[in-house]
T-cell receptor, first 111, second 115 residues
Framework: GENVEQHPSTLSVQEGDSAVIKCTYSDSASNYFPWYKQELGKRPQLIIDIRSNVGEKKDQRIAVTLNKTAKHFSLHITETQPEDSAVYFCAATLNAGKSTFGDGTTLTVKP | GAVVSQHPSWVICKSGTSVKIECRSLDFQATTMFWYRQFPKQSLMLMATSNEGSKATYEQGVEKDKFLINHASLTLSTLTVTSAHPEDSSFYIC???????????FGPGTRLTVL
């Protein structure tokens, strides 16, 4: 089955700095890669996603890049703010909608 | 956007009892729903894929007789934890596939505590 590895497990940055989280996946058939933000005790919220026919996608301060050949994708957050502090999960999804999640990255943005 | 609800949001029960959790897609039809379990400070682990009108597909290691899933309509899937034990205490989250292909909408989760 699919295996997703996510790094780093914790990340602390100063407000205004950039944050980068990286994920690798194993199944080349995965074609949809969402990123979720989860605050304590709440549901995961989709913040950005990318499909396998696209290499990069940007939405304001958030961007995602995908390297299909190397089977890795990354989340980039620029100009971080304290409210960006949360746990971020990447996922790799097959056609049937079945997602495998990374272990999560706890991002702390220090004011 | 698409809305998924879950009920109850939290439940405390005694060991040995059964608990039913409902997952509803409120403004769209979902032929496929997914059930996840999340332990504290851990990732979401897929338990099963629920398909409307057919049997659920369980992930390896998940006991289908303990975690009963019923997807009776295009807007409702239920997860019943039978004979719950303290080790079943967890955050259970459902998601429904809707809108764009493969995009999932998550319910708010149900926190189960078994005493």
């Amino acid at each position: 089955g699919e295996n997703v590895e996510q790094h780093p497990s914790t990340l602390s940055v100063q407000e205004g700095d950039s944050a980068v989280i990286k994920c690798t996946y194993s199944d080349s058939a995965s074609n949809y890669f969402p990123w979720y933000k989860q605050e304590l005790g709440k549901r995961p919220q989709l913040i950005i996603d990318i499909r396998s026919n696209v290499g990069e996608k940007k939405d304001q301060r958030i961007a995602v890049t995908l390297n299909k050949t190397a089977k890795h994708f990354s989340l980039h957050i620029t100009e971080t703010q304290p409210e960006d502090s949360a746990v971020y999960f990447c996922a790799a999804t097959l056609n049937a909608g079945k997602s495998t999640f990374g272990d999560g990255t706890t991002l702390t943005v220090k004011p | 956007g698409a809305v998924v609800s879950q009920h109850p949001s939290w439940v405390i029960c005694k060991s040995g009892t059964s608990v039913k959790i409902e997952c509803r897609s409120l403004d769209f039809q979902a032929t496929t729903m997914f059930w996840y379990r999340q332990f504290p400070k851990q990732s979401l682990m897929l338990m099963a894929t629920s398909n409307e009108g057919s049997k659920a597909t369980y992930e390896q290691g998940v006991e289908k007789d303990k975690f009963l899933i019923n997807h009776a309509s295009l807007t409702l899937s239920t997860l019943t934890v039978t004979s719950a034990h303290p080790e079943d205490s967890s955050f259970y989250i459902c998601s429904a596939e809707g809108g764009r292909a493969n995009e999932q909408f998550f319910g708010p989760g149900t926190r189960l505590t078994v005493l």
